[in-house]
């Protein structure tokens, strides 16, 4: 199956600071998605995005599907902004979405 | 509001009992999925199901069983617990040819086996 390799596993942040998140992966990108699991454990959908970039308010994500590899931007970080980030490819097999380990980031005010 | 609705929000059991999660969506999607989270990790594809009808294995099936009870309704049954299967239990939808919309989760079930 596809590995998937996110960087940096921990980041510590005060607010304000910007951050970016890094996820690699061993096979070629088919339907890449960010998803940041709160604090309560809820898992959002952030950007699907298998290539180019796209933006939301201060979040921003780039997949180079070339080089098999896309960015998390996260701009003036806030504490509601804590949790779990995970980047996840969808594969060929219906259903079976290969996750990273995922970025713990904690905002600090 | 739309979305995966799951329940229960946590569960103990002890060692041999059952159990049965449910999940339900009302987004009208048809293909709908159960993942388990361990501690540092993703998520883990149990069973899916990729319309009504019809369910297939995931990467750890062994230990679950699953029934699409119709459109809406996607169970997970745990027959005779163990303490391996203490996890997350996430829930999810999706509609297949709408990917832009990517998956919906639903809040996840805490499952605790002692």
């Known amino acids: 199956g596809i590995q998937v390799e996110q960087s940096p596993p921990d980041l510590i942040l005060q607010e304000g600071a910007n951050s970016t998140l890094r996820c690699n992966f061993s096979d070629s990108v088919n339907n890449l998605q960010w998803f940041h699991q709160n604090p309560w454990g809820q898992l959002i959908n952030l950007f699907y995005?298998?290539?180019g970039t796209k933006q939301n308010g201060r979040l921003s994500a780039t997949t180079v599907a070339t080089e098999r590899y896309s960015l998390l931007y996260i701009s003036s970080s806030q504490t509601t902004d804590s949790g779990v980030y995970f980047c996840v490819d969808r594969g060929s097999t219906l259903g079976r979405l290969y996750f990273g380990r995922g970025t713990q980031l904690t905002v600090w005010p | 509001n739309a979305g995966v609705t799951q329940t229960p929000k946590f569960q103990v059991l002890k060692t041999g009992q059952s159990m049965t999660l449910q999940c339900a969506q009302d987004m009208n999607h048809n293909s709908m999925y159960w993942y388990r989270q361990d501690p540092g990790m993703g998520l883990r594809l149990i069973y899916y199901?990729?319309?009504?009808?019809?369910?297939d294995k995931g990467e750890v099936p062994n230990g679950y069983n699953v029934s699409r009870l119709n459109k809406r309704e996607f169970s997970l049954r745990l027959e005779s617990a163990a303490p391996s299967q203490t996890s997350v239990y996430f829930c999810?939808?999706?509609?297949?040819?709408?990917?832009?919309?990517?998956?919906?989760f639903g809040s996840g079930t805490r499952l605790t086996v002692v």
């Open positions: 995005i298998p290539s």
């Open positions: 199901s990729a319309s009504e009808g019809t369910t």
């Open positions: 999810a939808s999706r509609q297949p040819g709408q990917v832009i919309y990517g998956y919906t």
